[in-house]
Nanobody
Framework: QVQLVESGGGLVQAGDSLRLSCAASGRTFSVYRMGWFRQAPGKEREFVAAVMWSGGSTYYDDSVKGRFTISRDIAKNMGYLQMNSLQPDDTAIFYC???????????????????WGQGTQVTVSS
């Protein structure tokens, strides 16, 4: 089992930045991939970014490329999502997710993850 706890959300203005954190605990040595997803009110959950825990390869949704950066600190069992140039459309609950077995996938679908955090709210005002 892997437990995930997100933090770092908040209320910001358009153009501001935020850094979300995801603290992993439990069987962290088994983590293969960590991802970030978001769900806006009335919308389905959508992929934001993913990082391969060991190799560090990253994947992004087109909507956040160039603005968001995903990273991880293996020694600290932490994942991060640096979000710059935030816009009102970025308003959502952001979730951290982890996959603990090798699957050769980029992790752009929620079904490709085994563990989820409780989410952290990000609100961007115009």
């Amino acid at each position: 089992q892997v437990q995930l706890v997100e933090s770092g959300g908040g209320l910001v203005q358009a153009g501001d930045s935020l850094r979300l954190s995801c603290a992993a605990s439990g069987r962290t040595f088994s983590v293969y991939r960590m991802g970030w997803f978001r769900q806006a009110p009335g919308k389905e959950r959508e992929f934001v970014a993913a990082v391969m825990w060991s190799g560090g390869s990253t994947y992004y949704d087109d909507s956040v490329k160039g603005r968001f950066t995903i990273s991880r600190d293996i020694a600290k069992n932490m994942g991060y999502l640096q979000m710059n140039s935030l816009q009102p459309d970025d308003t959502a609950i952001f979730y951290c997710a982890a996959k603990d077995t090798y699957d050769r996938k980029a992790g752009q679908r929620g079904a490709e993850y085994d563990y989820w955090g409780q989410g952290t709210q990000v609100t961007v005002s115009s």
